[in-house]
Structures are given as C-alpha cells and as structure tokens.
C-alpha cells in the first residue's frame, strides 16, 4: 500500500533501525555517572550530537535534544522571548506556520505580550520586504519555517535573516520538513526540527541556539541538556535519529532529483485528469517530495476515505476532514481553495509506478464522490427567472455552500447575484476560491441573522 504522507511522519530509515537496536544494548545507562555504562552512553550521546550538530551547521555545545519538534519549538521561543525581555515583548511569525509556534505566539499573548502575523501571497511565500517592515524596536523574536508543511513551499530564509540581523533580532527557523534535504541558508539564531519527519524515530527534537544568543530556559531548572530540555535523555532514539539524519542528508542529491521529476508528473497531470482541481504552493521554490492540490465539489474526508480503500494513504487540510470544522489555518492564509484537499508527501523510495497507479485512481475516485454530492458536472447557462437569486446552505457543512452556488449561477443573467447564506466557515475561503476558478466576481460578506451572507456576481 503505497504511503503518501512523509510529511505528517516519514517511515523509519533502515539506518536508524539498525542504530536504535545497536544503541538500546549500549546505551541504556546514566550518561551523567562516572562508571563505564555511564560512560559509554556519555560517548553514544555526544558522538550523536557531534553529527546532528554537523548536519545542522551549528557547534555540539549550541545543539539540545528535546522530546519532541513541538518541544523544541515552545522551548527555543519561550527561551528566547524571556532573554530579550528587555528589549520588549513583541513576537513577529508568518501566517503559516507550525500550529506549534501559533500556539507559543497565544499564549505569549496570553501572558501579556504582542505578537504580529506576517501574510503570505497565494504560493504560501511571505515577501522579506514586508517581514522586514513588521519588525519593530521592542521586537524580541523572530520566526519563519524553512519550508512550509502543508504545501512545501520554501520561505525566503536568508533574506529575512539578514533584515533580522540588521535589527538587532533573532530569527528562529522551524526546519522540521526540510532539514532532511539539506542545511537552512545561513543567518538564523535558533533553529528547530523533529527527527521523525526524515526518517529518524518519533519522540525526538533537535533545538539549536546559536552563542551569543539571549535564552533563558523557562520551567524548573535542571542539568540535563545544558539545562534546556529537563529529564534523562532517550539515548537510543537521539543515536538513531543522529544516524538516519547523516543517511538522509547522503541520499538526498539524488532522491531530490527523482521525487521532484514524480511530483512534476502530479502537478501537471492532476488538472488534466480530474475537472476543476487548484494545485496550490509554489511550482518552484517547493520541497522536493510534497505537492498539494484541491477539488471542487468534493468532501475531503470522503476522499481520503475512498483513496485509503484504494490502498494510497495521503492527508488533507479541507474543513471536513478536520474536528474543529475549519480550514488548515495554511490555506486561509494562502487564500486558496480548501474544499477536497490532497497532500501527497512521497517518501523516500516511492517509485514511478506507484505514482502512475495514484494518477489513474484518483479522476474515478472523485468523479464518484462528486456524483454521490450531486455536484454539477459543468455550470450550463439557463433562461434567466430573475436578477438576483438566495441559496439557503445554513446548517451544511463543505463542499454543499459551494456545490448550491455552482448550481444556480447560471440562472440569473450576466451581471445578476447570487447570495449564499452559510454558517460554515470554510466558505468564507472557498466561495471566493470558487469565483477564481470560475472566473465569477465574488462581491463580498454581508451580514446575516446566522452565519454570513456570501455574494456572487455572475460574469460569464
């Protein structure tokens, strides 16, 4: 069955299998005592973090191992947000990062700091210029991914890094997806990652803080892990996910260039194959292995279900596959549709037939989840009954607002308006994602007794 969801969580590398085993019979000891086992853990865990710290491009002694990426990240921003505190409270991130570091940013809040958002443009990239504008004096942290989760495309690092440098800020990068392929561009001060997202085993974190850099560890205070990261260290894990980190980086040339050429494939076939699909994130400045596309019409969690009984495992950032019923925060911020959403994340290994089996699956797959929605197969034009029509959807979830939009667009004349009322939140993103690929004027939110009132000019 063939697995595409490497980002959420990359399959164990056979180097760090062979690593943990070795490390659970070595390994298992107090590396803080004097006697021999101590001693031999001492040399596994500082031999692991020699290499960690070599791949990272960061010196052994500014590199902790935590429990987990999430781990990392709270701690790398908590630190850093407490040894600035002088200079101030303010806290700039992308709009799409890591839930992660969106949480650290609440409840900094919470506790009485500010915090800015920078937006991203429709690929998921933030402009350097406008990050550089949202830094201020009292800023005392900056954040921005690597290279983003949900829709693979890389961030200007080291240009935001060096409008960083040039303030006075710190710049902590989360490269949690993109370490695995390669070191972060020079210029950060801080940088995070998670093991299991390159092969490593979960229950890992890496947490580099550069010298000179202000961190004050929050919490009780404790001598593990330069007193960073508090409890006895998972030696056997740290060791595997040191090693499988060396053999990932050594395979990554060649690995990039072909997954690249089999993501290329999806990117172009996909909106061939199936009707009404935006393929989303940056065709160029993108991680290798990731591509993200969406469907009208569609309910995600319907297709994922249908393509899990097709035996291809993938994940989605659609409302409907989600427990709070909203859209993945990435796509609001990227303002694209959400509706029917397919992450494919190819992990190391996946072969060209896998993915051409994948491409002739998925156009029956949604052309049944569309039938079985009764979603309009084209939108025909129709003798006009009026100027102005109300769809009722309150109470229905996505992708239904959009599939009543597209049903009676053609019943009022060019010129003529379609309201729908909804109380889904995602068709506050996907009606106007909807009006884009239609080529329809999406004429704005009004408000309504419930939910809000979406309206739609017809064009075309």
């Not at 999430?70 to 101030?88: D, E, K």
């Not at 796509?331 to 959403?341: D, P, Y």
């Amino acid at each position: 069955m063939p697995y595409f969801d490497a980002a959420s969580s990359a399959p164990l590398h056979p180097v760090a299998r062979q690593a943990l085993l070795a490390a659970l019979d070595e390994g298992w000891a107090d590396p803080a005592r004097l006697y021999r086992e101590g001693r031999r853990a001492r040399l596994l865990l500082d031999a692991a973090r020699e290499a960690a710290a070599e791949a990272v491009g960061c010196r052994p002694d500014e590199l902790t191992f935590t429990s987990s990426g999430t781990r990392a990240v709270h701690s790398g921003i908590s630190g850093a947000l407490a040894g600035r505190r002088r200079v101030g409270r303010h806290l700039v991130v992308s709009a799409v990062e890591h839930s992660s570091v969106l949480h650290a940013a609440a409840t900094h809040e919470a506790q009485g700091g500010t915090f800015a958002e920078v937006p991203v443009d429709r690929a998921g990239a933030v402009s350097a210029a406008v990050y550089g504008d949202a830094l201020r004096e009292d800023t005392a942290l900056a954040c921005l991914q690597s290279a983003n989760h949900e829709v693979g495309t890389e961030q200007p690092v080291a240009e935001v890094a060096e409008l960083c440098r040039a303030s006075g800020v710190p710049l902590l990068v989360d490269a949690a997806q993109s370490l695995g392929w390669g070191p972060v561009p020079t210029g950060w001060s801080l940088l995070a990652a998670s093991a299991h997202k390159w092969g490593g085993p979960s229950g890992v974190g890496l947490l580099a803080v550069r010298k000179g850099v202000r961190f004050a560890p929050q919490g009780p205070a404790d001598e593990r892990e330069s007193g960073r990261a508090a409890g006895f260290e998972n030696i056997p894990a740290v060791v595997a996910a040191a090693a499988s980190l060396r053999a990932v980086r050594a395979e990554a040339a060649a690995e990039s260039v072909r997954l690249r050429a089999l993501v290329d494939l999806i990117r172009a076939r996909v909106p061939e194959l199936v009707p009404d699909v935006e393929v989303v994130g940056d065709p160029v400045r993108r991680l290798p292995h990731l591509v993200t596309f969406s469907c009208l019409y569609v309910d995600g969690e319907t297709l994922l279900h249908e393509l899990d009984r097709a035996e291809f495992s993938v994940s989605s950032g659609s409302s409907c596959t989600s427990s709070t019923l909203t859209p993945s925060h990435v796509l609001r911020a990227m303002g694209v549709l959400s509706e029917g959403n397919v992450r494919v994340s190819l992990p190391a290994g996946t072969t060209a037939e896998d993915v051409d089996r994948f491409l002739r699956v998925l156009p029956g797959v949604v052309s049944e989840v569309r039938e079985k929605l009764g979603a309009p197969v084209s939108v025909a034009p129709s003798p006009a009954a009026a100027t102005s029509l109300v769809v009722d959807s309150l109470g229905k979830r996505c992708p239904i607002p959009v599939i009543e939009l597209a049903k009676v667009i053609g019943e009022v004349p060019v010129g003529g308006t379609v309201t729908v009322l909804s109380d889904d939140e995602a068709a506050r993103l996907d009606i106007p994602a909807w009006c884009v690929m239609r080529e329809q004027e999406y004429v704005g939110e009004e408000p309504a007794d419930r939910g809000s009132a979406y309206v739609v000019r017809r064009l075309s």
